[in-house]
């Protein structure tokens, strides 16, 4: 996979932690531009995780654009931080305008901004009825519409070109329910469906929609919730069944790198599954399975 990219520039959405930054990273590695956004910069952190901080014991949210940017400097490509709080469409369309000012071209979107944690209670198991309805707009309005925000003002650009990927990150299971969830479940399913339909109108301008599920990632939250850091989760036998984000991140890139992969425009894709395909592992060696719910 090294160097795949390069030439590549690409656009990671909410790429201060997690998913986000472990795609950003990876696509690095492989040697693409990687564009970083995001709303925690290390000036500016938004005041929405007060919640999910106390709950993860922090006194701080972890993670910035710059903090990412960096790590894709360090990794071989080349990173560059631009906030951009993706719920603003104003803000969306002059960051795309920026890109493609300066860089010419956007090869890959990753969808990525994601509200949900913003009302995040700790509770995975409720009847829809008993769950809080402010989960809505966190994962709605702030979550499914970021990712057609972005999509919409990248879209008109990769037409043009007759080429591009946008790639959704999602959870995705065969189409089996997340079972007491049901705003998160739900809001999964529009992202995916979001994927899929816009595929069907890029498709004949050669452009190349899907959307992409991990498994259960040690993020920096799940690790802090856990009380243990990345050189020592394996001591956490709660968290065996976790892969990193950068797992996720070399799906993206073994996607980016693939001259075939209109082939699966209108997908909903596994990483574990593209693990198989295209023959990358985890950070730590190993070849972590589909996530399956139990």
């Avoid at 995780?49 to 006194?59: F, K, N, P, T, V």
């Avoid at 809080?132 to 966190?138: F, L």
Wanted: proline share 3%; with cysteine; hydrophobic share 40%.
């Amino acid at each position: 996979m090294k160097r795949r990219c390069e030439g590549k520039v690409a656009l990671v959405t909410g790429a201060s932690r997690g998913a986000g930054r472990g795609i950003a990273v990876e696509l690095g590695a492989a040697g693409a531009t990687v564009v970083v956004t995001g709303r925690s910069t290390r000036t500016d952190t938004p005041e929405v995780y007060g919640d999910i901080m106390q709950r993860s014991a922090l006194d701080s949210v972890p993670g910035t654009i710059e903090d990412t940017a960096e790590a894709v400097d360090e990794a071989g490509g080349r990173g560059i931080a631009h906030r951009c709080d993706h719920t603003r469409d104003e803000e969306v369309r002059a960051l795309v305008d920026r890109v493609l000012r300066e860089h010419g071209r956007v090869d890959l979107l990753v969808n990525n901004a994601w509200g949900g944690h913003e009302v995040f209670d700790a509770v995975f198991d409720a009847p829809f009825w008993e769950r809080d309805i402010d989960e809505w707009g966190a994962m709605m309005d702030r979550g499914v519409r970021n990712h057609w925000l972005a999509s919409r003002a990248v879209a008109p650009a990769m037409v043009e070109a007759g080429t591009g990927l946008i790639v959704a990150t999602t959870f995705w299971d065969r189409d089996r329910v997340l079972k007491g969830n049901l705003m998160y479940d739900l809001a999964k399913a529009a992202i995916n469906r979001l994927a899929i339909a816009t595929a069907a109108e890029l498709g004949e301008h050669g452009v190349t929609s899907l959307a992409l599920s991990p498994g259960w990632m040690r993020t920096e939250w799940i690790l802090a919730g856990h009380e243990t850091d990345e050189a020592h989760w394996t001591e956490k036998p709660e968290l065996a069944r976790t892969e990193s984000p950068r797992y996720l991140g070399r799906a993206v890139a073994a996607l980016l790198a693939d001259p075939d992969v209109f082939d699966k425009t209108g997908s909903v894709l596994r990483v574990g599954d593209l693990a198989a395909e295209y023959g990358f592992t985890d950070i730590d060696g190993r070849r972590v399975p589909p996530f399956e719910l139990g």
